[in-house]
């Protein structure tokens, strides 16, 4: 809809604002508000279209301004907001980016894909073209849409008919976490065993994550299979920030003591569930991936965003036990995050992880081992 003086409550509840120059028809100035998107936002998204001189600089820099005021403004309270964002100690981040180069997590193409992505009229050839040209990326989305987790029939080989099959709304959330690998790749070679465990128990989560979110009926869309593969993603930055000292304070051993952030935080001045949370707060990844990284082994502070961290840490505690050394066998009823979500309304949760998290924990380990084979 054109507004071409939209009031504040316009501006708010829209998820896409366009600024576009009706004699310029190339220049298409687009706010997105789609990576902060929840279960409940509706297929169709509300675009407000603001026409505007785009030779008027200040005029143009005037609207991104107010646009900027009334969101903040007018943003309900968060988790994130009730829980101000950790410190990370500057020599951790010095570290960090002295082996990223760049703590920006996406390259520029799958920047501009994730864009064509969220917007309401996404055409899927030119993301298709767009995605392609990073063969990383294509290749990430290529073997998710083609493994059983996604019920594939058979082989694609068409990056256009994996979106169609995967949907756009995975396909967002797959660029996502296709960037974690591309990260997860520069830990020091003599760390490679230490990543290899990292990367696959992310997938772990992932895979019964998604799986649990269909047990429970959630509802959510694909954000649980990226917030799997982030959820413990601080020890991987652990790993490239300080390889000195990561392997004595983290034994990978997947135990996950009570006191397990009370040990990093003595050591390192943050535990892993923050530091990976500032790094999905500091790329703007939607509040939900920010919740569930903080909160997975405290989920109950999560805020509106409980449900979701429940169903990371329900999976995570799962994931856990397949990459412990062999010996008891798994007991559901440890399990607290599904009594957790019992308890915030998922109607007889500990009843039915019980009966099919047997078959779950069988499935999971060759389905992330194809996963993470690519």
């Known amino acids: 809809m ?7 409550e316009q501006i708010r509840s829209a998820h896409v604002i366009a600024l576009f120059d009706p004699h310029l028809p190339e220049y298409h100035m687009v706010v997105v508000d789609t990576m902060n998107r929840t279960r409940s936002t509706p297929k169709e998204l509300a675009v407000v279209d603001i026409p505007v001189d785009s ?20 943003k309900l309270p968060s988790a994130g907001d009730r829980n101000p964002a950790p410190d990370v100690p500057a020599r951790l981040i010095d570290a960090l980016r002295r082996t990223l180069s760049n703590l920006k997590m996406l390259p520029e193409d799958a920047q501009q894909a994730l864009l064509i992505a969220s917007s309401p009229d996404c055409d899927i050839a030119s993301l298709a073209g767009i995605i392609q040209r990073d063969l990383r990326l294509t290749a990430f989305i290529l073997r998710i849409a083609n493994s059983t987790l996604f019920g594939a029939p058979r082989p694609i ?6 979106i169609i099959r995967i949907g756009i709304g995975r396909v967002r959330d797959l660029i996502i976490a296709s960037s974690l690998e591309a990260i997860s790749s520069k830990v020091s070679p003599a760390l490679q065993s230490a990543r290899q465990a990292l990367w696959k128990h992310g997938f772990l989560t992932s895979i019964l994550a998604v799986r649990l979110n269909e047990l429970f ?9 990226t917030a799997g593969l982030l959820h413990d993603f601080g020890r991987t930055l652990i790993l490239i920030a300080d390889p000195v000292n990561a392997p004595h304070i983290d034994p990978l051993d997947f135990i996950d003591p009570p006191n397990v952030e009370a040990r990093e935080r003595l050591h390192l001045g943050v535990s892993h569930a923050e530091f990976g949370a500032w790094f999905a707060e500091f790329n703007e990844l939607p509040d939900e991936l920010v919740a569930a990284t903080r ?6 502070d999560a805020g509106e ?33 599904v009594a957790l979500l019992e308890e915030s309304g998922t109607k007889d949760a500990k009843k039915r992880f019980a009966a099919e998290i047997p078959g779950l924990l069988e499935e999971a380990p060759a389905l992330a081992d194809a996963l993470t084979s690519g």
Not at 2 to 8: A, G, H, L, Q
Not at 55 to 74: C, S
Not at 157 to 162: P, V
């Open 157 to 162: 080989a068409s990056l256009h008919r994996a």
């Open 217 to 225: 009926a959630l509802g959510f869309e694909g954000e649980e299979f």
């Open 305 to 337: 965003w409980l449900q979701f961290a429940s169903l990371i840490s329900a999976a995570d505690h799962a994931a856990n036990w397949l990459q412990r050394v062999p010996g008891e066998a798994y007991d559901p009823a440890t399990n607290t995050a």
């Open 2 to 8: 054109i507004v071409p003086i939209p009031t504040d």
């Open 295 to 300: 909160f997975h082994h405290r989920p109950a």
């Open 55 to 74: 030779t008027n600089a200040v005029l143009v820099a005037q609207w991104l301004d107010q646009i900027g005021k009334v969101r903040q403004a007018l």
